[in-house]
């Protein structure tokens, strides 16, 4: 059963930090494109970033460019997520995704992704 369990979620003041990771429990994924996408109340999934297996290729939803860093250790199976002056608006459900296939690159569709976490609480207060 593949697996992948987001953590680091958490409360958080306007402007502060959060460091999200997610680890896969298959060797496989370190050859994989991951994704990290949002979900608020009411709202649709949304991508937020991506990178490709190898780490070289980044991707950034426009609302979070500059705030937020992706990044992978292939060798510890994880995708980080590193989020700077949050601000309420970055307040959802943070999910990890990957792609099936190996040495993908990294894309900002949600159809592309074929395995989910189960998603970890991102609450920034003002």
């Known amino acids: 059963q593949v697996q992948l369990v987001e953590s680091g979620g958490g409360l958080v003041q306007a402007e502060g930090s959060l460091r999200l990771s997610c680890a896969a429990s298959r060797r496989t994924f370190s050859s994989s494109a991951m994704g990290w996408f949002r979900q608020a109340p009411g709202e649709e999934r949304e991508f937020v970033a991506a990178?490709?297996?190898?780490?070289?290729?980044?991707y950034y939803a426009d609302s979070v460019k500059g705030r937020f860093t992706i990044s992978r250790d292939n060798a510890k199976i994880k995708v980080y997520l590193q989020m700077n002056s949050l601000k309420p608006e970055d307040t959802a459900v943070y999910y990890c995704?990957?792609?099936?296939?190996?040495?993908?690159?990294?894309?900002?569709?949600?159809?592309?992704?074929?395995?989910w976490g189960q998603g970890t609480q991102v609450t920034v207060s003002s």
């Open positions: 990178i490709n297996w190898r780490g070289a290729t980044t």
């Open positions: 995704a990957a792609k099936r296939a190996s040495y993908g690159s990294a894309s900002r569709s949600i159809s592309d992704y074929d395995y």
